[in-house]
């Protein structure tokens, strides 16, 4: 009977599986706490690599650091909360490598209110910086993707609060921006797909950051974080690039639409 299984020649097919060589990624917040982990991880597997946030002192100190390490990179000033700024930002890219073939998103803040106590300037805020910015990030990525043809992949930083509440904290607009970020990635997913873009989620437990100082210096609920988590530690900026580059690279070119929980928490709060 005749194969119908593809000839692969394993020897030469399978060698650059993780390499991002020639490769434009963008990283919106990028001098953050996980977010500088990705710009290295992405640029040591030779991705030429655009790290922007609010404030362009940040960015440019960490491309210096990047470029006297070897690595290509540029810095600039974004506020997300601009979608005007967005596109210009995506634009910059483009403009100066050619082309923007990664997205990682790695935008994100969290203002902590108790659920009777929620402001509306606080929510609105949460909801322009995790989902509203996601949204346009993608769409001025995809732009430029599905005109260049050469397809393209997108990763978004949502959390493991995109799935589970938190008991004890006010997390009501974080976990609710999270959440819809879930969908954000499955639709972008089904509406990309035909241009060979690729959309996936990431989705941490706790990860040593700024973003979570108040929490861990609170040594009861530190405790209890960590009895949650199989693994029995809070996570590194580092354990989140491996999942990155995986998702960015020819491995995962047939993965699209997933919010993977990395640290695989039972099902509570």
């Known amino acids: 009977m005749e194969t119908i299984t593809?000839?692969?020649?394993?020897?030469?097919?399978?060698?650059?599986?993780?390499q991002l060589s020639g490769k434009v990624a963008y990283v919106p917040g990028g001098y953050g706490g996980i977010g500088e982990a990705l710009a290295w991880g992405l640029a040591m597997q030779g991705a030429k690599v655009v790290v922007s946030g609010r404030s362009i002192e940040k960015a440019e100190t960490?491309?210096?650091k990047m470029k006297?390490?070897?690595y290509e990179a540029?810095?600039?000033?974004?506020?997300?909360?601009?979608?005007a700024e967005i596109r210009d930002s995506v634009d910059f890219v483009v403009e100066q490598y050619g082309g923007i073939d990664l997205l990682v998103n790695s935008v994100g803040i969290q203002r902590e209110q108790?659920?009777?106590e929620v402001t509306e300037e606080a929510y609105d805020e949460v909801y322009q910086v995790n989902l509203k910015a996601a949204m346009f990030l993608s769409q001025a990525a995809a732009r430029h993707q599905v005109q260049a043809g050469q397809?393209?992949?997108?990763?978004?930083?949502?959390?493991?609060?995109?799935?589970?509440?938190?008991?004890?904290?006010?997390?009501?607009?974080?976990?609710?921006?999270?959440?819809?970020?879930?969908?954000?990635?499955?639709q972008h997913a089904m509406e990309l797909a035909p241009y060979q873009i690729t959309v996936n989620g990431i989705a941490p437990t706790f990860v040593y950051t700024p973003m979570i100082h108040h929490l861990v210096e609170d040594s009861a609920f530190k405790e209890s974080i960590q009895n949650r988590i199989p693994l029995g530690r809070?996570?590194?900026?580092?354990?989140?690039?491996g999942a990155t580059v995986f998702f960015s690279s020819p491995a995962a070119a047939f993965i699209t639409g997933q919010n993977p929980i990395r640290t695989?928490?039972?099902?509570?709060?």
Do not use: W
């Open 264 to 269: 695989g928490l039972t099902k509570v709060g």
């Open 6 to 18: 593809p000839q692969v020649d394993f020897t030469t097919e399978l060698t650059d599986l993780f």
């Open 151 to 186: 397809g393209g992949r997108h990763i978004h930083l949502l959390s493991v609060r995109s799935q589970l509440g938190l008991r004890g904290r006010g997390y009501s607009a974080y976990c609710t921006t999270k959440g819809g970020m879930v969908m954000l990635v499955k």
């Open 62 to 64: 960490l491309v210096e």
């Open 74 to 83: 540029s810095g600039i000033a974004v506020d997300v909360k601009s979608v």
């Open 234 to 241: 809070i996570a590194n900026p580092k354990d989140i690039v």
């Open 68 to 70: 006297r390490a070897g």
């Open 114 to 116: 108790s659920l009777l």
